[in-house]
C-alpha cells in the first residue's frame, strides 16, 4: 500500500527536476545494495537533501525510509505523504521509539536514511556526526552506505529563499562503498571512519561540481574555505552564544 504514495511523489518529484532544469550528476549508484537491509547516511545542507539520496537509489530500484523530524509529519500536507511512503518519525524528547521503528524497517530488509549531522550545516560543511547510524547498523546487522549532496543548498537551504524557478542549476550526487558495522567495534570508531568517507566523497562532489558564483552577492553558497562568503562553523557558534 505504501508504495501507491510513494511511487506517485517520485514521478512528480522528476517532473519538478525537468521542469527546474536541474543538471544531476550522480555517480556510485551501483552500491546501493540490490536487496536487504542498510542505512544509507549523507551529509545535510539543504531541505531537499532526503529527495536527491533517494534519487540516487532508484537505479537499484530501492526506495528508502527517511528518518525525519517528527514536526513534518504534524503538516497537513506533508503529513499524509510521509506516513504514506513509511518514512520514519524523530520526537528528539523520545529517541527511543524512532530508533526502535528504524530498527524494525531494516532487520525486514528496508534501506533506512540517516543525517548524522541532526540539523542543516549552514557553513555547507560537515558537523559532527551523531553515533545513531552506526549503532542503528550494528545491531540490525546491516551495511552502512555512505554518501554526500551538493549543489542541492543552492535549491532550498535554512536562511536562504527557495529558489524554485528554471534555474538550470547543476547537483552532484556522490555514494561510496559500504562500510560494514561489526559488533565488536566501538560505535564511535566506526562514526568516525563513515564521517571521514562522506568527507571524502562530498570533497570528490565539490570538484566535479561545474556550477561557480556569479559573483560575490552569488557567494553565499560556497563554504569560507572554498572562498565562498558561507558562514563557518565558528562563527555560528559564537552567534549562537551571543
Not at 510513494?6 to 519538478?16: D, N, Q, S
Request: net charge positive; charged share 20%; with cysteine.
Amino acid at each position: 500500500m505504501a508504495e501507491l504514495v510513494y511511487r506517485p511523489v517520485i514521478g512528480f518529484a522528476k517532473t519538478l527536476f525537468k521542469v527546474w532544469d536541474l543538471k544531476i550528476d550522480c555517480k556510485g549508484s551501483e552500491n546501493i545494495p540490490r536487496s536487504g537491509g542498510a542505512v544509507l547516511v549523507s551529509n545535510h545542507i539543504s531541505y531537499l537533501d532526503f529527495v536527491f539520496n533517494g534519487l540516487a537509489a532508484l537505479p537499484q530500484k530501492r526506495l528508502v525510509r527517511f528518518m525525519a523530524k517528527e514536526s513534518v509529519f504534524r503538516h497537513k500536507v506533508s503529513g499524509p505523504l510521509m506516513r504514506g511512503m513509511k518514512h520514519i518519525p524523530v520526537d528528539r524528547g523520545q529517541g527511543n521509539a524512532a530508533y526502535a521503528h528504524a530498527l524494525d524497517s531494516l532487520r525486514s530488509g528496508e534501506i533506512v536514511g540517516v543525517f548524522p549531522e541532526a540539523t542543516i550545516s549552514q557553513s555547507f560543511t560537515l558537523k559532527s556526526f551523531k553515533s545513531g547510524a552506526a549503532r542503528l547498523a550494528q545491531e540490525a546487522g546491516v551495511p552502512l552506505v555512505p554518501m554526500a549532496v551538493w549543489g542541492t543548498q543552492r535549491l532550498w537551504t535554512k536562511g536562504h529563499p527557495r529558489n524554485f524557478g528554471r534555474s538550470h542549476l547543476p547537483v552532484a550526487i556522490r555514494v561510496g562503498e559500504m562500510i560494514e558495522a561489526s559488533r565488536d567495534q566501538y560505535a564511535g570508531a566506526i562514526t568516525r571512519r563513515l564521517r571521514e568517507r562522506v568527507q571524502d566523497l562530498l570533497e570528490a562532489a565539490q570538484r566535479a561540481y561545474p556550477g561557480h558564483p556569479k559573483g560575490t552577492d552569488d557567494s553565499w553558497w560556497l563554504p569560507a574555505h572554498l572562498g565562498g562568503t558561507a558562514p563557518t562553523q565558528e562563527e555560528l557558534r559564537a552567534a549562537e552564544a551571543g
